[in-house]
Each structure stands twice: as structure tokens, then as C-alpha cells.
């Protein structure tokens, strides 16, 4: 059976007339979206899908809101689920599907809720107020947690503070959702971490940081009573000439994993590394232009082929054709027209949702 995709943009409804959530369908041949529909949700700033593909689950001004994902891609809503904090900015979820982890940039706060098993969000298993002052008094004067992920080994918890430059990480009871906290990874100072990504083999962390503008690399071992991250690589985000005002701000890899590839805010350009898969470190290939402004997100097609830029100031998607043997992107498609942009995610459709 062909497979089939859809992509969800979720938006910011603060500041424009935008429903929240746009549902389109993929060209994978062409490496192009088509509009097939819209969802009213108020400030829909991240998205994240169940691992089975039923479900849908995005930050809304009320907690976390949860659809269920038709076989055509369309969505139906079933709940909203309150975190007793303020809006959040990044959504994970375990590997079974029991557990959502919520970021919250405004408040420092890292929540973990209850998933059900018909889709709908559940009540709050844990919650974790971070505390400490920020390297940057004027911006980072207190915490702001960005990103929360599960080591692939689902042991711990890592979770990614740009306001006190750390990682937190912490042990996770599957039984009920608890964080006990473990360790913490010191980042440099006023390098503020966003993002992160494990690679797929469970050997390799990805974090990008936002002031800095710089992609670390640490190689993780579980096997031990407590993780061991050691860092094996600091790389630019930028190229030779950039813009002073940019800021990091999300990585993507190519599906086999042997290329990388982030955004930059404020440069508005795109990042193309090379990976090796056994060492984990990167290589700069080239750092290009999107045609489009704050290039918030990105996103490879499953082909491996092209790929699309979110583009939070333009209101844009934007689109290109990869050339892994030159280092290359070039655009194939015009720029598609979305409100306020902050959240892209591709999903292989389930048939039998």
C-alpha cells in the first residue's frame, strides 16, 4: 500500500485573522504541501503526534489540546488538557504513548501529563518548577525551559534551559510519571540551548543554541546507574558572513541520518552539515538563504529529496530541492502563504485511524 502524509501548521493567532492549525496534503514526487483544510485553536505554537499516528496533540492558550488524525489527515477534536502553567512552547511523548512532556518558556516549568489510551489528555503526572539566575540579566533573568526529550533508551528526561544555560536531566518512573532529578549538563554561558535531537542509534545528542549560534554534540551512555553525556563537538550554525542579530533555532536530520540540517533566525538561512554516523560529529557543508524571514522550523519530505522552511516573519513556507553531492538547496516551488507560522510537523497517515 502507497503511503500517505499530511502536514500540520501550527500558528500563532495573537497577531493575525489565521485559524491555528492548517492541514495539507503531500506531494512527496514534487517535494510540494496543498491546503486541504483549517482548525480553529487559539496560539497553536507546537505540535507533536502520538508514535502509533492516531493522534494529534498541540500547545494551546488552555494546555494542550489532543485531535484524532483521520485517515485522510483531517482532524477531530476530543480535548483540551490544563497544566496549571502558563502557554507552553514544545510538546514530546513517550515511546508508548502514555505520557506527554510539556515545555513552558514563560513560567520555567517542565510538565508531565497522562495520555489515554482513546487520545484524549489525561491529568498532570508531575510538574517541575526550575529555579537559578540566567548568565543574561537583561533577557535570561530567570528560567526558561525550551525543549524536553527522552533519551532513546527512555531512562531519563533531558531537558534543554535557555535562561540558566543547562540541561536538566532526570530520572523518569514509568510506572507513574515522575522526574527525579539526576544530573545537569552546564552549557556555555549566554549560549541560551533551544533544541534537541537524539540520533536514532541512541549514541548521539544534538543540541542547538540559540545565542550562540552553535550545535553541540555529546555522546550518550546509558548503560551505567547514572547517564554519561561527554561533548564531542561545537560547530557554527552561521557561515562566513552573517547576520549579528541571529539566533538558532531548530535541526531536522535527512532520513538516513548522515545529514543535518538547522535553521537561523534573524540570518534567515538554512545550515546543511554532513554526519558521520560513527564518530557523530558534523561538517559545515554550507549555510544558505530560504527566501523567506525567521525560518522557525524545518522539515525533510520522506523521499530524503526536498525539504520546507517554516517562516515565522514572512508568513511563509518555503520549499527546495537537496543536493547532498554539492551541499546544496534550491528551490522548486513558490513560497505558500501561511499566517504566523511557528510549528511544522510531517505525519506518515495511519489507514487504520
Not at 488552555?62 to 496549571?84: C, E, H, K, Q
Not at 520555567?108 to 526550575?130: E, M, Q, R, W
Not at 531519563?156 to 518512573?173: H, M, T, W
Request: glycine fraction near 8%; aromatic fraction near 10%; charged fraction near 20%.
Amino acid at each position: 500500500m502507497k503511503k500517505s502524509y499530511a502536514v500540520y501548521i501550527g500558528s500563532n493567532t495573537d497577531t493575525n485573522n489565521g485559524k491555528g492549525l492548517t492541514i495539507l496534503s503531500v506531494d512527496t514526487e514534487h517535494g510540494a504541501l496543498i491546503k486541504t483544510g483549517e482548525t480553529e485553536l487559539s496560539n497553536a505554537v507546537y505540535l507533536a503526534a502520538s508514535t502509533d499516528r492516531r493522534f494529534l496533540y498541540s500547545i494551546t492558550d488552555g494546555g494542550v489540546a489532543s485531535f484524532r488524525i483521520g485517515p485522510d489527515g483531517m482532524l477531530t477534536y476530543l480535548n483540551t488538557g490544563a497544566i496549571r502553567g502558563m502557554r507552553g512552547c514544545h510538546l514530546s511523548i513517550s515511546r508508548d504513548d502514555r505520557y506527554l512532556f510539556v515545555s513552558g518558556y514563560y513560567d520555567g516549568k517542565i510538565t508531565v501529563l497522562h495520555l489515554l489510551p482513546d487520545g484524549y489528555v489525561g491529568s498532570i503526572a508531575d510538574g517541575i518548577f526550575h529555579q537559578g539566575i540566567g548568565s543574561i540579566a537583561e533577557r535570561n533573568f530567570r528560567p526558561h525551559v525550551r525543549c524536553a526529550r527522552l533519551t532513546p533508551d527512555e531512562k531519563y528526561l533531558c531537558v534543554a534551559d535557555s535562561g540558566i544555560d543547562q540541561i536538566k536531566i532526570y530520572e523518569f518512573n514509568h510506572d507513574n510519571g515522575r522526574l527525579t532529578p539526576c544530573d545537569v549538563i552546564h552549557c556555555k554561558l549566554q549560549s541560551a540551548p533551544r533544541y534537541m535531537i537524539f540520533s536514532s542509534d541512541g549514541r548521539y545528542l544534538y543540541l542547538i543554541q540559540e545565542l550562540s549560534n552553535t550545535i553541540s554534540v555529546y555522546s550518550y551512555d546509558g548503560n551505567g546507574k547514572t547517564p554519561v553525556f561527554e561533548k564531542v563537538q561545537d560547530i557554527s550554525t552561521l557561515g562566513k558572513q552573517y547576520n549579528d542579530y541571529s539566533a538558532a533555532v531548530a535541526l531536522q536530520f535527512s532520513p538516513d541520518e548522515k545529514y543535518l540540517f538547522c535553521t537561523n533566525a534573524g540570518d534567515h538561512s538554512l545550515g546543511f552539515f554532513s554526519r558521520d554516523p560513527e564518530s557523530g560529529m558534523l561538517k559545515q557543508l554550507s549555510v544558505l538563504p530560504i527566501s523567506g524571514k525567521y525560518p522557525i522550523d524545518v522539515d525533510v519530505f520522506p523521499d530524503g529529496r526536498h525539504l520546507f522552511c517554516t517562516n515565522l516573519d514572512s508568513n511563509t513556507l518555503t520549499f527546495f530541492t537537496i543536493n547532498y553531492e554539492k551541499g546544496l538547496i534550491i528551490m522548486n516551488e513558490a513560497p505558500l502563504a501561511i499566517p504566523q507560522p511557528e510549528s511544522s510537523l510531517l505525519v506518515e497517515l495511519n489507514p487504520e485511524a
